[in-house]
């Protein structure tokens, strides 16, 4: 069968392009085997089988990636836009307003908010989440209610519903491993679980991330992995309802009947790529939060590391119960540079401001000469001013000195 699948896929049809499973891929190409004449050459009946089979595949099943309407064609598939919308130029399958809302006619949309033909603000919701009565409000649409729209492969596992989309979970008491869920035989041991692969974070991502420590000897498995995933999803949307400004979200414009909403689930939670690490003595734990869809504020697309420090402390106890160990050493991987750098990389050096004291002490010395010279300048001509004053006994005296002179001098000048 899975020759046959490879044989198609050769031909060049997509018959596994959004698939729903391999194994309903192989449940159909074994129906329409039996349907096809076996007289037929093996090369005629393997052509006529892809024929058949790319046409029974409907390729705008609940995987497909079109934000709005999907068109099934042979072979592939078309993405289309809702009236007032047009195709976004970055990407086909998405659709942006032809008329988007100003800020101030937005009358408060959750997602998109577009001007219809007469010229009147609309709100409208992306794909997977329906407009609520009120017109404005877009709620998450839970697939797993409706088996026509979640498709999970495997008969052992189950719809587990997330904002904005889905995914597939054994069932309790089955495992998957050997590429499928399924129960333990008697006396069969557990299979170890492998710890997921991380993703590739951005480097703002990266940014926000957040580490702490658990004492060593002490292995961080899948079970502890996705305990402390599923418990800090819990505890950041409790704490994010509460604290949407600090958490990068934006506010809810109207009063929500529930003052609880689910804003992350343990999909949210990753863990750097290296970490889990050993440093010294205790293991290092360094993880970062994803922002829900359409929620958060700006380009920043993780939960902020000082509200995601607030968040382990605040709650630090109710991990450590999950995880079964004692953390430490909480803090942001990435704290902000509070020094500045010189050009070659270095700390630059504290400037030296000894000059500055040495132009205000020129400055006064040169202020008091100034003012001592003015002070000696009019004291003297104070003194060049001010007449002397005279006793009026000594005045006497002196004039009757002076006619005493006068008169010798008359008398010499007779005798001559």
């Known amino acids: 069968m899975l020759t046959r699948m490879r ?35 093996p090369v005629f009946k393997s052509r006529k089988i892809c024929e058949d089979l790319r046409v029974h595949i409907d390729e705008c099943d609940p995987t497909s990636k079109c934000v709005q309407k999907c068109e099934n064609s042979v072979g592939s598939y078309n993405c289309s836009c809702n009236t007032h919308f047009k195709t976004d130029p970055t990407d086909w399958r998405k659709c942006v307003a032809k008329n988007p809302c100003t800020s101030d006619s937005d009358p408060g949309c959750n997602h998109v908010c577009y001007e219809d033909s007469n010229k009147q603000a609309a709100c409208t919701c992306r794909a997977n989440f329906e407009l609520q009565s009120d017109g404005k409000t877009c709620k998450d649409i839970n697939e797993c209610l409706d088996d026509d729209t979640y498709e999970c492969p495997d008969k052992n596992q189950r719809c587990v519903n997330t904002r904005g989309s889905y995914r597939c979970e054994c069932v309790q008491d089955t495992y998957y491993f ?32 957040v580490q702490f420590s658990i004492p060593s000897g002490i292995e961080w498995d899948y079970d502890r992995d996705k305990s402390f995933k599923t418990e800090v999803a819990t505890v950041a949307s409790d704490f994010c309802n509460k604290n949407r400004t600090m958490c990068g979200l934006k506010d809810s414009r109207r009063k929500r009947r529930s003052s609880h909403n689910v804003l992350y689930d343990y999909k949210k939670v990753h863990l750097l790529p290296g970490y889990p690490k050993n440093s010294s003595d205790p293991l290092r734990v360094a993880f970062y939060v994803l922002q829900p869809a359409f929620l958060f504020i700006g380009n920043c697309t993780a939960l902020p590391r000082d509200a995601l420090v607030a968040i382990m402390k605040a709650h630090k106890l109710d991990i450590e119960k999950v995880i079964g160990a004692n953390i430490s050493g909480i803090e942001a991987l990435f704290k902000p540079t509070t020094t500045t750098e010189s050009p070659t990389g270095g700390p630059a050096e504290p400037a030296d401001d000894s000059w500055k004291w040495i132009v205000i002490g020129v400055v006064i010395g040169v202020v008091v000469i100034i003012l001592i010279g003015l002070l000696i300048f009019c004291l003297r001509k104070r003194k060049r001013d001010v007449k002397p004053i005279t006793d009026p006994s000594q005045e006497d005296i002196a004039v009757q000195e002076g006619a005493k002179k006068e008169n010798s001098l008359g008398i010499g000048s007779h005798s001559a």
Do not use: F, Y
């Open 178 to 209: 050997d590429g499928k869920c399924q129960g333990l035989k008697k006396n069969q041991p557990r299979p170890k679980l492998l710890l997921p692969e991380p993703r590739n974070a951005s480097e703002s991502e990266k940014e926000e991330a």
């Open 7 to 41: 044989a198609c896929k050769r031909q060049n049809h997509s018959v596994v392009k959004d698939q729903k499973s391999a194994d309903a891929v192989k449940r159909q190409l074994s129906d329409l085997s039996n349907k096809i004449d076996h007289t037929l050459h």
